[in-house]
């Protein structure tokens, strides 16, 4: 059990800290190529790097074996590039989108280099932003699941959230709790040095940027910002163009076909919409529940004034993280053996409790934009305390719920180590079925349910950019 432990944590680490460093180490340049220079096609690849943020584990496993072919530790290193270098660029970008571009015309008329003025000024006003982004992906990273799952074939590939999964599967219930134990160890102070740069964060944003950006000239500016951004560009859409073109097949096409015959498959023993629809009912229900308990709990933050109620508030935003997806899946899974949910209800709540965190941290950053002044003024013109929260504060709020919900749904339609814990106990979902797919062999399903789980990602991150 020792030896078991020292090889799954220590590579874990190892592969926690190589997937982080490459996915900060990609990221920064093109974040300040972003800053730096306007050029046509932005604002569609900031929106694509907020798709690639929710992309569902199982279909860029997909595509990083059409793509690479590769399996092991640099499949499951470059699975979590796709997903997490457009997530670094995504929060980067948002800091940078706070300053002054004429920060940097002022020290280079000074006769400061480029790489002076990024080292000087830029870099020290981001630093809080890149350490927080680091020590979350590490989190996300050592704490993965699917991926790890289906491209590790080894002890080496395993991280602590599998081996308590088999530990459970195997009913070695002590052994689950022991590696649970020192995952915890491990997570609890990295996740709080993580909030402490993260609340540094908010200093940072203070300076306006009305200041018109440079547009991109490869024939005046450097041809290397070029040649990096496409082989970013190739590296991380790569693997999603090769889904596209691999999906135009006959067979794929029949898979499509077969949904309008709403006939049983014989894989799933279901009809395929029947699965869809599941998915997107669980979704849209625990995207509901996710925004309204990340509202209470923002409310509630701002209500209490005390030190202990304020860090039993925050421990409320921390809960699933400490967890951790294999446990929160464990506990709905005794819950169901008693029969006191239904099994619709345990999957709702199971990714309420797994989303809220993150709707929360969305909900919070419009809120404390709330100045209280406003709701006095309102107040001032004569509306009740009531009217003014129905015609001040909730408009002001309500853009941040459905960006928060547009995220929930997102995350509910991917599988993580709960829903494969529960299986069948919340219904049959979409990354299920796709499971289930790579099981039979049946290569063509698989791409073509992992398309349609595609299609309704892009169509959240379309909502999602439009209420920004």
């Known amino acids: 059990m020792l030896n078991q432990i020292l090889v ?13 460093f490459l996915s900060l180490l990609l990221a920064l340049p093109i974040a300040h190529f972003f800053y730096k220079f306007h050029f046509f096609g932005k604002k569609f690849f900031i929106a694509l790097a907020s798709m690639l943020c929710i992309m569902p584990t199982k279909l860029v496993v997909l595509c990083i074996q059409l793509f690479y072919g590769a399996t092991g530790f640099t499949g499951i290193i470059l699975a979590h590039l796709m997903l997490n270098v457009s997530f670094t660029l995504y929060i980067i970008n948002a800091t940078y989108e706070k300053f002054d571009t004429t920060l940097l015309w002022l020290a280079a008329d ?7 003025c990024y080292k000087d000024i830029v870099f020290p006003l981001i630093r809080p932003t890149v350490i927080s982004i680091g020590l979350l992906l590490f989190l996300l990273h050592f704490a993965s699941f699917s991926i790890p799952l289906l491209l590790g074939g080894s002890l080496y590939h395993y991280t602590p959230e599998i081996m308590m999964y088999n530990m459970y599967s195997e009913g070695n219930n002590w052994a689950m ?25 908010a200093k940072v944003g203070s300076i306006p940027n009305p200041t018109p950006k440079t547009r991109y000239n ?36 029949a898979f499509f076909s077969s949904l309008f015959a709403c006939a049983t498959d014989p894989v799933l023993g279901v009809a395929v919409y029947r699965v869809i629809v599941n998915s997107l009912l669980l979704a849209i229900v625990s995207g509901i529940g996710s925004v309204l308990v990340s509202f209470f709990i923002g409310v509630l933050e701002f209500k209490v004034k005390n030190k202990v109620g304020q860090a039993l508030v925050s421990f409320l935003t921390v809960i699933a993280f400490f967890v951790g997806t294999v446990g929160v899946g464990v506990i709905f899974a005794y819950l169901s053996y008693g029969k006191f949910l239904s099994s619709f209800f345990i999957g709702v709540l199971c990714h309420i409790i797994l989303n809220y965190a993150f709707a929360y941290r969305i909900v919070r950053a419009q809120m404390i934009l709330y100045h209280p002044d406003l709701h006095k003024s309102a107040q001032t013109f004569g509306a009740t305390y009531k009217k003014a929260i129905w015609t001040v504060a909730l408009p002001f709020v309500f853009p941040s719920l459905l960006r928060a919900f547009c995220v929930s749904f997102g995350l509910s339609l991917t599988e993580v180590g709960a829903g494969t814990v529960l299986q069948g106990k ?16 049946n290569q063509e399903s698989v791409i073509g349910l992992s398309l349609i789980l595609l299609g309704l990602v892009l169509f959240v991150t379309y909502l999602f950019a439009r209420k920004k």
């Open 8 to 20: 799954v944590f220590g590579c874990s680490i190892v592969q926690a800290f190589m997937s982080t």
């Open 218 to 253: 490869p024939f005046a500016h450097s041809f290397w910002w070029l040649l990096y951004g496409l082989l970013v560009i190739v590296m991380i859409l790569g693997p999603l163009v090769a889904l596209v073109v691999r999906s135009c097949d006959v067979k794929v096409f």
């Open 426 to 441: 919340i219904g049959l979902t979409m990354p299920m079925a796709i499971r289930l797919y790579r099981k039979s062999g």
């Open 177 to 201: 709790f022991l590696f649970w134990l020192v995952r915890l160890a491990i997570i609890i102070p990295l996740f709080f040095a993580h909030n402490i740069f993260s609340s540094q964060k």
């Open 110 to 116: 000074s006769g400061a280099s480029s790489w002076r």
